[in-house]
């Protein structure tokens, strides 16, 4: 584990760390996104960077050198490799999968032996963002609230009555300065079935959850000591003694961070909320990869992300990645999903995108790990 005393170098925003999980293996996205080269780790927008580079550069003009990232030993090089400016103190490598409350948690822990005031940003490795400066613009209104020790989420606007998110319900406005757009949090609810979904979206007190955290290091750990006291002591533990991580780090209790501190302190009041309005996707499935990819010229409602040439295609719409370096032919199809890596080839519809998953399961049962 690197030298967890360096002092942190400058900063966009005075005081304010962005902390980058990068980790899950993307299985809704398998064949492409595996447990060795999860769906941070791929340029699936066309732009010719990562995801996880992507959101470097989105939070560069906010942070300068101010950004930690915590990702698995399996992915240590790789990310190091995609970020060459990140400084080896502050890549964290996680032993094992503990979810996202002790990988947020331990930078936290991190960074409040750096800078006792430090106010972190945790933001997701696997984002795409519409509007950068737009995300910019609430961010530092977040960071302006977290200064007056909430713990701040930012909650997308909802585009339609989604089912696979979970919601934040809003309350009354906060008066802070440099922050007006700032509402209370009333509480966080999971995901809704259709109905519910748009019920609340016709009250307009909801946003999308889309875990992305702001908040003072030390309060975070602080709430995190009244709600789950043993893990806030294992990750302050960890922090002030790095060389121990192999023995601690497995008995940390796995929890969200939504569950561990987010649920709890919006029951006691100590949670706002930021509305976010700059277009937001996680990529969860090909379905939604599929919204964010331009549709070729020639074929209308055809989308293709990889080599053009090496798709045939006639009267089909949906989603094609080429990634074998063989032809893929499409004739005839609607809602078609084909995705083709060397070793595996998927082909379902986009309506059934969300089941991919279960494949990935299927195999594991198998033990056909080589493939997952």
Known sequence: MPDLSSPAPPSGVEGFWAVIPAGGAGTRLWPLSRASSPK????????GRSLLQATWDRLAPLTGDNV??????????????????LAAANLLAEPSPRDSMAAIGLAAAVLERRDPGAVIGSFAADHVIGDAEAFRACVREAVEVARQDYVVTIGIEPTHPATGFGYIHVGDALQVEGA???????????KPDAATAGAWLATGEYRWNAGMFVVRASVLLDLLATYQPELASGLRLLAAEPDRL???WPVLTRIAIDHAVAEPAAADGRVAVVPGDFGWDDVGDFSSLGSLVADIEDVPGLKVLGPRDHVLANDARGLVVPGS?????????????VVDTPD???????????EVKSLVDELKGRGRTDLT
Do not use: K, N, Y
């Open 40 to 47: 941070f780790l791929h340029d699936l927008t066309g732009t």
């Open 68 to 85: 930690m990232v915590v990702t698995g030993v399996l992915h240590e090089q790789a990310v190091r490799t995609q970020l060459p400016g």
């Open 180 to 190: 007006p757009r700032a509402l209370a949090v009333s509480e966080f609810v999971e």
């Open 246 to 248: 192999d023995e601690l």
């Open 325 to 337: 370096g063989r032809t893929v032919a499409v004739l005839g199809l609607d809602d078609i999903v």
């Open 344 to 354: 595996a080839v998927l082909v379902t519809t986009r309506a059934r995108a969300q």
